[in-house]
């Protein structure tokens, strides 16, 4: 059950193709593994947070990554 308020950061890793726009745009947040997959780090964003995914969001060339939650819309 996925807690009302809470905003996440989502990877498709069917789309991802490795380039790690997103890793520059929001190290805090995601990076990429030995494999170049994505990681995420952060579970539940907080406020703070917004931005950096925002720029990871945008930053994926292949639109890869999503936001998923109550103001996600």
């Not at 925002?54 to 994926?60: G, I, K, L, Y």
Request: glycine share 6%.
């Amino acid at each position: 059950m996925e807690h009302a308020g809470i905003e996440r950061l989502l990877v498709d890793r069917n789309r991802c193709e490795g380039y790690g726009m997103c890793q520059q745009a929001a190290p805090d947040l995601i990076h990429l593994d030995d494999e170049d997959e994505p990681v995420i780090d952060v579970a539940e964003l907080s406020a703070a947070h917004k931005p950096l995914a925002n720029a990871a969001v945008r930053a994926c060339p292949v639109a890869a990554l999503t936001l998923s939650g109550p103001t996600a819309h």
